[in-house]
T-cell receptor, first 112, second 110 residues
């Protein structure tokens, strides 16, 4: 099946620890995105990538890092610098930056 | 940056009723999208609009791209319990990033 796969579904982080969220797509999409969603709120853009080996900061990039070494993969690392990491993280992809985005099923990150 | 105002913030309706929600922007968009998100899942694209005045249906859902290009609405007819979820609008201007509304939480009472 074609689609966007996020893993794990649930993730727990200890204080001071970095964690990496996986996002893989087999849709042959050039553009990929990471969003953060807090309870009862909309989506806020963390990072996005229009093409392999290139990415840009979104509105709330502080405390996060990404890489785009392969077209199908766009992992997000939540670093210890992110002081309030508890949230629902959504990955999306689109054919290019002007086409509708399609989302994965999200990863819920919590602090132990 | 671009601002999107989505209303209402929440709706509580009886099964069978029609629903209407809308989004307005401070600037012109070339694309309007409507998504639905169910608990614990990612948003799913419902309808995409690309032209001012465009009216598009997807089953019981109908969305329109406003003539001014600064607004869009989504209607759901004859609501059913599985319509429950959060509905997001999103707009995009040429060469700009997609901007999301804050969402409308829909509750349908059987």
């Amino acid at each position: 099946d074609g689609g966007i796969t996020q893993s794990p579904k649930y993730l727990f982080r200890k204080e001071g620890q970095n964690v990496t969220l996986s996002c893989e797509q087999n849709l042959n999409h050039d553009a990929m995105y990471w969003y953060r969603q807090d309870p009862g709120q909309g989506l806020r853009l963390i990072y996005y990538s229009q093409i392999v080996n290139d990415f840009q900061k979104g509105d709330i990039a502080e405390g996060y890092s990404v890489s785009r070494e392969k077209k199908e993969s766009f992992p997000l690392t939540v670093t210890s610098a992110q002081k309030n990491p508890t949230a629902f993280y959504l990955c999306a992809s689109s054919i290019n930056g002007n086409q509708p985005q399609h989302f994965g099923d999200g990863t819920r990150l919590s602090i132990l | 940056g671009q601002q999107l105002n989505q209303s209402p913030q929440s709706m509580f309706i009886q099964e069978g009723e029609d629903v209407s929600m809308n989004c307005t922007s401070s600037s012109i968009f070339n694309t309007w999208l409507w998504y639905k998100q169910e608990p614990g899942e990612g948003p799913v694209l419902l309808i995409a609009l690309y032209k001012a005045g465009e009216l598009t249906s997807n089953g019981r859902l109908t969305a329109q791209f406003g003539i001014t290009r600064k607004d869009s609405f989504l209607n759901i007819s004859a609501s059913i319990p599985s319509d429950v979820g959060i509905y997001f609008c999103a707009g995009q201007a040429s060469g700009s990033r997609l901007t999301f509304g804050e969402g409308t939480q829909l509750t349908v009472n059987p």
